[in-house]
Structure formats: structure tokens, C-alpha cells
């Protein structure tokens, strides 16, 4: 599927400056001339700063980011599941909080993730890492290497089925 400029939605140089001014004065909460002052020449800063062509590193990110309708669906499954998932992790270290005798079994578990995208990877390197009993300690290339509070497997395919799966066919989606 080949997209064009319709698809993909982008954000200019003044829209950037509007909302990074308006975050500003919401931060501040008050409309005092010399934070407004202030607010316009933060906010000029960083609008410059993010919107240069080719030289900017933050040009490359907002074209690798293709905002679609499936995208953008995608994400919002992502961010549901990523919710039941959060739940799921709490309710499991409430059950190791209040045990009368804690079972465990850490370990360091080595996974792989089919996504491409570097974007792709650090969201699904984040939603690990904010889950709890689980951290990623290192991403290298396509492998993730995830402190597992209670390892349940040492098979590879199985773990990479319990801690990526849950992610990764929306983040695919989202991110490529």
C-alpha cells in the first residue's frame, strides 16, 4: 500500500509553536507579560530547533510516522491491551505481596520481536519495562533481553509468546 501526502498527517512549523505555546501557558497558569515573554521565546527555540529539513533528527522521526486510519486503530488496540496487560501484572504482584510464602523464580529471558521499526521496538521495549515484574535490560537489534521476576519457561519461542505477544501485532501495525 503505497501512501500519499493525503494519508499522512504532519505537523508544521506554526502548529508546533501554537501548541508548545499553549502547553506553556497551561503549565505556567497565568498570563503574567513576562511569562508570555518567555513562553514565545521557549517555545520559537524548540520550534526551530524541530523544524529544520534534512539536518534534523525529528524531521526523520515525524516522516517515519505515517498516521493512517488503520495505524491510528491499531494504536488505540495497542493501548487497550497494554491497559488489561498493566492490570493483569498488578493483580499478579498483589498475589506475591500478600502470599504467605513467596514462590518465585527470577531470571533474565532472552526474546526476539518481529518489528522493524527502531520507534516500533522502544514502544514495545516500554510496555514491558512499565509492566510489572518484568524489565528490559537490553535492545539489541530484533532481540530483548527481559529480567522476569517469575520465569515460567526457558523456551525461547514460548517466552517471546508471553511477554511480546500480547504487543506486538498492534505495534507492527502502528509502526511498521
Known amino acids: 500500500m503505497k501512501l500519499t501526502s493525503k494519508d499522512v ?3 508544521g512549523s506554526p502548529t508546533l ?5 499553549v502547553l506553556w501557558a497551561i503549565v505556567n497558569a497565568s498570563l ?7 513562553g514565545v521565546a521557549v517555545a520559537l527555540a524548540i520550534t526551530r530547533l524541530f523544524s529544520g529539513r534534512e539536518k534534523s533528527w525529528s524531521g526523520r522521526i515525524w516522516r517515519s510516522l505515517a498516521v493512517t486510519p488503520r ?11 497494554f491497559l488489561i496487560e498493566l492490570v493483569r501484572a498488578n493483580v499478579g504482584m498483589l498475589r506475591y505481596v500478600y502470599a504467605r510464602h513467596i514462590d518465585i523464580h527470577p531470571g533474565v529471558v532472552k526474546v526476539e520481536t518481529r ?5 516500533g521496538r522502544l514502544a514495545l ?24 521476576l517469575d520465569v515460567r519457561t526457558s523456551d525461547r519461542e514460548e517466552a517471546t509468546r508471553q511477554i511480546v505477544g500480547p504487543f506486538e501485532k498492534h505495534l507492527e501495525a502502528a509502526f511498521g
Open 9 to 11: 498527517i504532519s505537523i
Open 32 to 38: 503574567e507579560p513576562a511569562l508570555i515573554v518567555a
Open 115 to 119: 518489528l522493524a521499526s527502531p520507534l
Open 125 to 148: 521495549a516500554n510496555s514491558i519495562a512499565l509492566t510489572p515484574g518484568s524489565l528490559v535490560l537490553g535492545l539489541e537489534g530484533s532481540v530483548l533481553y527481559v529480567h522476569w
Open 71 to 81: 495505524a491510528l486503530w491499531h494504536f488505540l488496540a495497542y493501548l487497550g491491551i
Open 17 to 21: 509553536f501554537i501548541l508548545l505555546f
